[in-house]
């Protein structure tokens, strides 16, 4: 019951891929959260460092984030957000192989932590495989894999915003009011925050914090010898 | 405790039930439609008053509940104390149950409406047909308890 005030302050998102701008402002979707209690903000923000890109250290390598969604899926007692972070990671596992195969993998990695949840076996044994057999389980591997093959970047960031969107669609259903509702309101406000703000600007504002956190302490190397 | 007495003190409860679980599931509901008037009075900036009265909905479980204890209030014998305690509890769970999903539906119907003020009336409806059933359970319970014997 605690939740319904805060529940009931959230503007609707409204469609996908309509909005030229969240409903709600990120400042303002902040201040709302400011109501939630510490032991939820603590949960929040352990499901944001596992499923939200921009909280993604470059520094933690991926055999420690999986640890930590492992550990996360040992300790939450809700089916629906387990459900919710397997079924992201899952994704992106499947993603992330398309990604290797396409920038010329021939084979898995091996001897690494790579990947989560129960088709990295599968993924590996049918590495060659244009859908690594996955496409009954997910149907969507095979259109993806055809717009990596046509470098069709965008259309391949759009087909898995709108897989995650169904996604998000089904697991909410039967929540309204509750801690769960909220956790699927934020990851869909941030589909449609991210696909609303692709913008050129912000892309390279991205790339040059990347660089930079890529560099470290080797800036100031740099710097020096451009002078 | 004698047998006889025992068969009193479930007749006091059947008396009382019907009062006591209505107004338990009317605090929850019009608590929970409460909250989400509240939240929506965050978001926006005119037609409070509408949020607040509907969120007072449910407390028409109360009245239900203090009617049917009026009407089953009589002088408790080994004779009527079952028939008090089954109508008596029976139509309180009802108005307990009813109080506390009303509740959620009204807090939908402000959710929604908040955004969509042209749905107000409709998204009064899933809170209607609610009310519709504890009215059944209500008018039932009156109707049965004129069976009891005196």
């Known amino acids: ?50 499923i939200a890109w921009s909280a993604q250290p470059l520094e933690r390598s991926d055999a420690a984030f999986v640890a930590e969604a492992h550990r996360f899926l040992a300790t ?30 021939a084979k898995p990695p091996a001897g690494e932590v790579w990947g989560f949840g129960e088709w990295v076996g599968l993924i590996e044994r049918h590495w060659s495989a244009p859908t690594f057999q996955l496409e009954g389980i997910f149907p ?60 050129a600007e912000s892309a390279v504002v991205r790339f040059r914090e990347l660089v930079d956190a890529g560099l470290g302490s080797h800036r100031e190397l740099f710097a020096g010898a451009s002078q | 405790m004698t047998n006889d007495t025992s068969i009193l003190v479930l007749g006091w409860i059947g008396i009382y039930a019907p009062v006591a679980l209505a107004a338990i599931g009317a605090s929850i509901g019009c608590t929970t439609a409460g909250q989400a008037a509240i939240g929506a009075m965050m978001e926006v900036s005119s037609g409070y008053g509408r949020f607040v009265g509907l969120s007072a909905l449910p407390s028409s479980m109360s009245i239900y509940g203090i009617v049917v204890m009026f009407i089953l209030n009589r002088a408790v014998t080994p004779a009527n104390s079952g028939g008090l305690f089954g109508i008596g509890l029976l139509s309180g769970l009802a108005f307990l149950m009813a109080g506390i999903y009303q509740g959620l ?46």
Not at chain 1, 81 to 86: A, F, K
Not at chain 2, 120 to 126: E, K, N, Q
């Open chain 1, 140 to 199: 969507w591997v095979r259109q993806a894999r055809e717009l990596l093959e046509k470098d069709d970047l965008i259309g391949f960031e759009r087909l898995q915003f709108s897989v995650v969107w169904a996604m998000l669609n089904r697991l909410g259903e039967g929540h309204h009011f509750d801690f769960e509702a909220l956790i699927i309101y934020l990851a869909r406000w941030s589909l449609v925050s991210r696909w609303s703000g692709y913008k």
């Open chain 1, 1 to 50: 019951m605690k939740y319904v005030v805060l529940m009931a302050s959230l503007p609707p998102l409204g469609t996908l891929f309509e909005a030229a701008t969240p409903p709600i402002s990120r400042i303002r979707l902040e201040s709302r959260l400011a109501l939630l209690e510490a032991a939820d903000r603590q949960t929040l923000e352990r499901i944001a460092n596992l």
């Open chain 2, 105 to 150: 539906c009204c807090a939908s119907a402000i959710s929604g409406s908040k955004s969509k003020p042209e749905i107000f009336g409709l998204s009064l409806a899933p809170a209607a047909i609610v009310e519709g059933f504890a009215v059944f359970a209500f008018v039932f319970a009156l109707v049965a308890a004129g069976g009891i014997p005196r």
């Open chain 1, 76 to 105: 939450n007692p809700s089916p629906t957000l387990r459900r919710l972070v397997t079924q992201r990671l899952e994704m992106r596992t499947i993603v992330a192989a398309l990604r290797r195969r396409r920038r010329g993998e």
